[in-house]
């Protein structure tokens, strides 16, 4: 094994134990410490890695934005003068208080609780980690990490269904608070589901590298996309989660634009095999579809859906409060409770927004506002681009799919919270390092264009078969 492929299934590794430990919001201190001296070294090692330069300037201005973020949280720790911080919005009960108390009001950060924010910045250690490493992988070496990602969904399907027979108090529940629902290795029923629709654009684009560079034979590919297709609506199922059923609807619909795009290398539209392919993704999505949509009517009802508008309301009068500065990362709780009244106060406790989007923009103020803004056209050009061409290669697949799972994430933490976890945040931001790598260069892919000959070597050579390929290996022997 070559020092890139070892490095790969290393990072393959790190995701997966992070995915098997990090499947809360509030890791156990232990399992934070270890969280946080893994993704340390992890770190280390991509720069060092890193050190002949990035693949890309897309990967340059991700790094951008990660820096800004990570500064924007070390900047809420920065003491103020008192004259300075009881100025800003949201601060006069803090002022309030210490008069109360007769205590002389002193240097202060703007976050509200400077403990929850400093747990914020270490929090962010695994994304960062897995975002830096993603930008070292040998795009050869890339299927390794969704191969890692299929195996570790057969588990927690298997898991979940395991959790849904026995029942409450089964031992096979990893958080206390996870009995009455198939969680798998998470804590939420959402988040499990989350885990298992990200893993579907990367699974169809794995199938189609194979099938189309004849990895393996094609019925054999299908056959196995099949069965985890039912795998993995088996595991939607168990786990009743209304939002990951809707949102692994739409994965298995956008998987049909994977192999879609314009062609650098050959204008000419290859019909026979995109025909192929749609049907194939058009079967897939006729049997995902009846599946799913006969789940979704049978979902039980989740009982945090009735409270989303309360709480949405809550947070809205919360984040109008600290605007346009926020409260702090991880002020969440504190803050919403300010807020609370007896007609909105709940019986289950608040500890987020169920939109982060909306408890990013209470914490962080106007300045995360405009850097979300900032990662959202980062994310769109760079998408963009991935299609702009049809992909031949499985680097292409691969980044397409992540693409399309960051995008499912993001419409999900509309109504939920599923970047809080170390899992899923991690996933995440392996994600984003992949799609910063852009479109390969025609340069680097696997086949290349056979070199032209004149006319005169052209009548001295032998006719070619109509069914020879137009492409040959870069060492001039023919493909296959």
Known sequence: MNLDRAWTVGVAGFLLILMLIGGTSRPLPA???????????????????????????AAGHGLMILAL??????????????????????????????????????????????PATRAVLLALLPPIALFTAALTLAPEDRKFVGVGMIFLV????????????QGAGSALHFYANSDEVASGIFANSNFYAASLYATIPVAAALAIAWSRHRAANRFVVVFFSVILLAVVIVGLAAAASRAGIVLAMAAVLACGFLPWGRS?????????????????????????????????????????NDYRTVISQVSSKAFSDVFPVGSGFGTFVPVYSLFETPATMLEAVVNHAHNDWLELAIEGGAPMIVLLLVFLIWYGVNTFRLWRRRSDGREDLIQRAAAISVGLLLLHSLVDYPLRTPALMGLFALFCGLIAWGPAPIAQRRYRRAPSVSATDAREMPRASPKRSYFVRKDGSPPG
Not at 33 to 57: E, K
Not at 289 to 302: H, K
């Open 154 to 165: 057969v588990f927690n399907v298997l898991l979940g269904l395991g959790q849904k027979f």
């Open 264 to 304: 650098d290398e050959d204008k000419k539209p290859q019909v026979v095999s995109r025909m192929t392919m749609l049907a194939f993704f058009g079967a897939l999505f006729l049997i995902a579809q009846f599946g799913l949509v006969g789940i979704l009517r049978l979902a039980s009802t989740d009982p945090v």
């Open 31 to 57: 399992i934070a410490l270890i969280q946080h001296v893994a993704s340390l070294a992890l770190f280390v090692l991509a720069i060092i890695r890193l050190r002949s330069g990035l693949p890309s300037p």
């Open 69 to 114: 973020g990570v500064s924007l949280v070390g900047l809420q720790l920065v003491p103020m003068p008192p004259a300075l911080w009881t100025a800003l919005p949201g601060r006069q009960f803090v002022l309030e208080s210490l008069v109360a108390t007769g205590t002389t009001p002193g240097w202060m950060p703007l976050s509200l609780s400077p």
